[in-house]
């Protein structure tokens, strides 16, 4: 899978999820980019700028593979960032995929602290459940395609969910679906879709969002009626499900729209859904 850059993109929206993961005392408000050292021609991926004066920098790198070559590679980062900066205090975390990854390379291991993605969100899952970061970063730690699938719908209503600002959460949606798309590279984008189908106006507004919502075709009448009351939400589901039926497989029967009329819950709206999906054929859908 992609991750690296992914994972940049989330530090540079959220600086402080650094020290939430970490458990590395936060400097204060800071600052994620990408920083080049021209007279050598080396880039540094990640580094943290605090905004208050005589804090430590921190040169960050993520690695999900095995890279003998990442601890001197941030050994020297560190030291450009500081001839560049003399009265700057600087400090080297590469945080890996999984601690097997890491080799513990002396000396360098001794000044550069490493940490385990996965054992680091475990632990943040643990401390705090519903912080939006497990969310995010789920489709790359969950192993099981099926757990990730069910409980994909819940990971995106605590990112969209969250408090943070509009554009914070376009891009930490973005980086979600794309990890999404890639985890589950045997299904289509429709598919995708309505794992996260009934709550995605948000989404709408991402460019994985546009690509992903086939607006016109699934969202039909559900738009506008998914917000208030459970009937509406019913409605919407249904109204959306028909179009999904039309779509797929042209006229649908009116013994299947009488009886779909008749469904009030959300919960077998949903279902019927997910069924709508796999079928090859109209005469296959199951109320």
Request: net charge negative; hydrophobic share 40%.
């Amino acid at each position: 899978m992609k991750t690296d850059k992914q994972v940049y993109k989330i530090l540079a929206a959220c600086p402080q999820w650094f020290f939430d993961l970490t458990k590395i005392e936060s400097p204060g408000p800071c600052s994620f980019r990408s920083m080049a050292f021209k007279e050598v021609e080396v880039r540094a991926d990640g580094v943290l700028e605090p905004e208050i004066p005589n804090k430590p920098n921190f040169v960050v790198e993520f690695q999900a593979q095995s890279d003998e070559t990442v601890y001197p590679r941030i050994a020297l980062e560190m030291a450009l960032l500081q001839r560049q900066r003399p009265t700057l205090m600087v400090e080297g975390v590469i945080i890996f995929l999984d601690s097997s990854m890491d080799s513990k390379m002396e000396p360098w291991s001794r000044m550069i602290r490493s940490f385990s993605l996965v054992e680091q969100l475990m632990e943040l899952q643990r401390s705090q459940p519903d912080h939006p970061m497990v969310a995010v970063f789920s489709p790359l730690i969950i192993d099981n395609q099926k757990q990730l699938e069910s409980e994909a719908l819940n990971y995106y209503n605590k990112i969209s969910d969250s408090g943070l600002d509009q554009l914070t959460r376009q891009v930490l949606v973005d980086v979600f679906v794309s990890w999404l798309l890639q985890r589950f590279s045997d299904k289509d984008k429709q598919e995708i879709e309505i794992m996260l189908y009934g709550t995605l106006p948000d989404l709408t507004e991402t460019k994985s969002g546009k690509d992903l919502i086939q607006i016109g075709v699934l969202r039909g009448k559900a738009e506008g009626k998914a917000e208030g009351k459970a009937e509406g939400k019913a409605e919407g589901k249904r109204d959306s499900l028909l179009l999904f039926l039309q779509f797929r497989f042209g006229e649908v029967p009116e013994s299947i729209k009488a009886q779909l009329a008749a469904v009030q819950s959300i919960e077998k709206l949903d279902e019927l859904t997910r069924q709508a999906l796999k079928i090859d054929s109209i005469a296959d859908f199951q109320l």
